[in-house]
């Protein structure tokens, strides 16, 4: 994405769309205008690893098919599980790429669906599935950034939190009759 070298408008009451709670809520163009909207920073490592790890479920699917590990029915009962989880990833990282709302629900539920995959995996092997605890682990840290990332909430839900410097001053445009410290 390449650096504008004009200089950036600011936000203004217009641009707000509504408030809730602690959160913000901003229309595309205030969105578009904060400095951090965008797929960028982590969010790009975020989607390669929705890309590599659907990818890397889909060679899982080989494996299952293979029947290595498992029977005949328990490993195509297996390479339909994981290629659903795949498809799904796929899903959500393009969600990612494409800036839509929804992208923080679609990874919780990708979580939980990796969570419940995990558990039954540890059900059926639990030797072999000790390995995918770690990779649990990682995912709750993406999750965690997801959830907490000014740049997927401003980019993804059109949010920013009410103490963000780039909205106070719009905010207390609102209403002029309430001095700045009676704002938050």
């Given amino acids: 994405m390449a650096v504008s070298t004009e200089p950036q408008q600011p936000i203004t009451a217009a641009n707000i769309v509504k408030r809730e709670g602690d959160w913000i809520y901003?229309?595309?163009?205030?969105?578009?205008?904060?400095?951090?909207y965008g797929v960028e920073g982590w969010a790009p490592a975020l989607g390669v690893v929705l890309v590599l790890?659907?990818?890397l479920g889909l060679f899982t699917i080989v494996g299952a098919l293979i029947g290595t590990a498992f029977g005949a029915?328990?490993?195509?009962?297996?390479?339909?599980?994981?290629?659903?989880?795949?498809?799904?990833?796929?899903?959500?990282?393009?969600?990612?790429?494409?800036m839509r709302d929804g992208f923080q629900r679609?990874?919780?539920?990708?979580?939980?669906?990796?969570?419940?995959?995990?558990?039954?995996?540890?059900v059926v092997d639990p030797k072999e599935s000790m390995s995918s605890i770690p990779s649990m682990v990682i995912t709750a840290l993406w999750l965690a950034y997801v959830f907490q990332s000014v740049r997927v909430n401003v980019t993804t839900r059109k949010r920013v939190s009410a103490g963000d410097a780039?909205?106070?001053?719009?905010?207390?445009?609102?209403d002029p009759?309430?001095?700045?410290?009676?704002?938050?």
């Fill in 73 to 98: 029915f328990e490993g195509l009962f297996a390479a339909v599980l994981v290629a659903a989880a795949s498809g799904y990833q796929l899903f959500v990282a393009a969600r990612l790429w494409k």
């Fill in 53 to 55: 790890g659907a990818l």
């Fill in 26 to 36: 901003l229309d595309e163009e205030g969105a578009k205008r904060h400095p951090l």
């Fill in 106 to 122: 679609h990874c919780l539920i990708l979580f939980a669906i990796s969570l419940a995959l995990t558990v039954a995996l540890l």
């Fill in 177 to 184: 009759r309430r001095p700045k410290s009676a704002q938050y």
């Fill in 166 to 174: 780039l909205v106070r001053e719009a905010i207390v445009d609102m």
